[in-house]
């Protein structure tokens, strides 16, 4: 699984002669991917000194926001990137994360916030339109949703995951839709190809369970947690009525195997919520290392 976050773009950078209580080794700790508590730890020591660069200490907050994240602890990703806007007000992505944090808890108007700051802060950014329409379709506004993802799609066609969050919220609205229109844009020979495939009508939910099979147990996992979530959604809208049954019990799946933290999580647990069905206990991570400090 690969966290939609908004990471770092500029490195932390530590230089000679300064005031600063934090280490060169504390600048490396900080953005390393690989150990969380030392990211953490790295970070905090950047943060919070009171002499430091703004810049340097709102990228520290920002990054340490996101081990937090990772780490299922959404308080403090919430108050790190909080600390990163009141530092650089115009930090379009830490008011990114900020408002994927906010989702995940189910705080769907701060989540819209947050999201509706970033693009007014950078009207280019894809993820935040996927983040805010993703919110609109969880808090059952599927019109909403469609604009988002509309735009998101004309801003980058090469993300199959828009193509299929598109394909949901235009059909929610029992409306046509060709997904094959979208999949020509994608690769159809990598994951998630197989959930197109599905909505295409031209592969059964079995199929995708399936392909969704690899020999490493976190790859299989991330995809489960795709595969449980866009199937249920796909039963939702099989027919006049949707096959609830199966979806819910598609939709507690998604809530076993996905991280907390996973837009699909989120998602299903407000359809569960909808239906007035139970939701199960929260999933565990599907991946068992931090992620690249990348743009994703």
Same mark, same amino acid.
């Given at each position: 699984m690969r966290w939609l976050l908004l990471f770092s773009a500029v490195p932390l950078?530590?230089?000679?002669?300064s005031a600063l209580a934090a280490t060169q080794t504390d600048f490396a700790d900080c953005q390393q991917m690989q150990d969380l508590n030392l990211g953490i730890a790295g970070c905090t020591k950047i943060a919070e000194d009171p002499n430091g660069i703004v810049s340097d200490r709102a990228t520290a907050y920002f990054d340490r926001g996101i081990d937090?994240?990772?780490?299922?602890? %959404?308080?403090?990703?919430?108050?790190?990137?909080?600390?990163?806007? /009141?530092?650089?007000?115009?930090?379009?992505?830490?008011?990114?994360? %900020?408002?994927?944090?906010?989702?995940? /808890?189910?705080d769907y108007q701060h989540a819209l916030d947050g999201y509706s700051q970033a693009i007014k802060l950078d009207p280019q950014l894809v993820s935040a339109f996927k983040g805010r329409g993703i919110t609109y379709f969880a808090n059952g506004d599927a019109a909403k949703a469609e604009a988002d993802f509309r735009r998101a799609e004309s801003m980058d066609s090469s993300d199959p995951y828009t193509a299929l969050w598109l394909n949901i919220a235009v059909r929610r609205q029992n409306q046509p839709y060709d997904i094959t229109k979208s999949a020509i844009h994608l690769n159809m020979g990598a994951w998630p190809a197989p959930l197109l495939l599905l909505y295409a009508g031209q592969v059964n939910p079995h199929e995708v369970a399936v392909s969704?099979?690899?020999?490493?147990?976190v790859i299989t996992q991330a995809r489960l947690c795709d595969a449980y979530f866009f199937i249920g959604e796909s039963m939702l809208l099989s027919s006049d009525k949707g096959d609830k049954d199966e979806a819910?019990? %598609?939709?507690?799946?998604? %809530? /076993?195997?996905?991280?907390?933290?996973?837009?699909?999580?989120?998602?299903?647990?407000?359809?569960?919520?909808?239906?007035?069905?139970?939701?199960?206990?929260?999933?565990?991570?599907?991946?068992?290392?931090?992620?690249?400090?990348?743009?994703?």
């Open positions: 950078l530590a230089w000679g002669g937090h994240f990772v780490r299922g602890e %959404l308080d403090a990703a919430i108050a790190d990137w909080s600390a990163s806007v /009141k530092l650089v007000p115009t930090y379009a992505h830490a008011y990114n994360n %900020l408002a994927k944090a906010y989702r995940a /808890k189910g969704a099979q690899n020999i490493d147990p819910t019990d %598609l939709f507690q799946r998604t %809530l /076993k195997v996905c991280p907390a933290t996973a837009d699909q999580y989120s998602v299903a647990a407000a359809e569960l919520k909808a239906m007035g069905k139970p939701l199960e206990a929260p999933g565990e991570s599907a991946e068992q290392g931090a992620p690249a400090k990348s743009v994703q």
